[in-house]
């Protein structure tokens, strides 16, 4: 009986063997490339080099400027639905398994979120003019 333990640990560990090589092949061709890159690559500094460089735009002024939250709360709002859409991806391949009890709990987690945009728009949170 301890050695059918044995066998499933084993088994199961075998099973995550290709994607530790594959992690490991990822991070050896990372590693060769930036570190040949390192060595390989040009190394002279000039002052144009070594001026911060945005989109083509030269830096004017201090970067520690306060900026709009709205910036903020756009991103954050933005991972929020994301990760809601996250969320449909079980429902949609179980949903003939899940059943009724399943569409409606599908159903309660739409309106929380819709109640939630509601709120949001409401709040007036995504109108850019002040």
Do not use: C
């Amino acid at each position: 009986m301890n050695l059918f333990f044995l066998n499933v640990a084993t088994d199961s560990l075998s099973d995550y063997l290709p994607i530790v090589l594959q992690v490991f092949l990822a991070l050896g061709i990372v590693a060769i490339m930036m570190g040949g890159s390192h060595l390989l690559g040009p190394k002279r500094k000039t002052k144009d080099k070594l001026a911060n460089f945005e989109s083509g735009i030269k830096a004017i002024g201090n970067a520690r400027q306060p900026m709009a939250i709205k910036y903020f709360l756009v991103a954050i709002l933005f991972v929020l639905f994301d990760v809601e859409v996250i969320f449909f991806y079980p429902y949609a391949v179980n949903f003939r398994d899940l059943g009724q009890e399943g569409f409606f709990a599908v159903i309660m987690f739409v309106a929380f979120f819709l109640l939630g945009f509601i709120y949001i728009i409401k709040k007036g949170a995504l109108k850019w003019e002040d």
